[in-house]
């Protein structure tokens, strides 16, 4: 690799240059999380994307990546999250939290009838979610009366604390898989969701927020493998062209304390996959 190409790793950029990199955002209750993404746009002058949304009544960990390292979202989506929330138990709501109509009384669990609430489940997707059914938003149908019979999900609940147990209030500390709604876990519990706050997405937590902070590209890999390139071999990737390694699965190629990629190694060679430099 020629000395240029070697500083060009070094990620050295002028002064003027959009940010690009990972920022841990703590969102309060009330706006969207796209409401932040936009703010992230404006102050940082860089496209900005999310890993992962909260609902409007939601608080806690938001990670928006900006500038090329968007395009690192793909590797954060599916980490495990960890929630704080109080549920009210024996009434059942329109949308699963505060927001909604009270639809149900129901007869509340007991404390073990909760705590036996950990592994895998299948529970149906709140009526009031973004995923689509038939085409359209599943909120905007339940906006307008319409009702559909929501898909099931199948999650997995890692761990289940009970913090406080005053009910027909309970608190819970959630540890789950992506892709988990834990309003579906309220239901499921014959209640809703009072508050929801998200104190962790895999490694990053609630505790390391700061909106005027952009972390490296470098730490939106901090889940994954790492393996320290020659410039050689920073020179190939760079190139498109896959070297010899006997990592598989994803893996975070770095040059120098750098990102230069993510490659996907199937045990003999590694093929990058998303080049950032």
Known sequence: MHRNEARAMGDKTCASAPPSGLLLLEKPPGPSSFALVRDARRRFGAKA?????????????????????????????????????????????????PEGEPVEETDPPGRADVEALVGEIELPVPRAS????????????????????????????HGLEIIRWEPPTVVVDLHVSSGTYVRAIAEALGGHCRTLRRTAVGPYLLDEADPDRVLPPIEATRHLPRRELTTAEGGAIVAGRAIPGSEAGEVALVHRTVLVAVARGDGRRLRPETVLV
């Open 49 to 97: 994307g999310h890993a992962g949304t909260l609902d409007p009544f939601a608080s806690g960990l938001l990670l928006v990546v900006l500038g090329r390292a968007t395009r690192l979202a793909r590797y954060l989506v599916g980490l495990d999250k960890r929630y704080l929330t109080e549920v009210r138990l024996g009434v059942r709501t329109s949308t699963g939290d």
């Open 130 to 157: 973004a995923i689509k059914v038939g085409g359209e938003r599943a909120y905007r149908l339940h906006r307008r009366g319409v009702a559909v019979e929501m898909p099931l999900r199948r999650s997995t609940i």
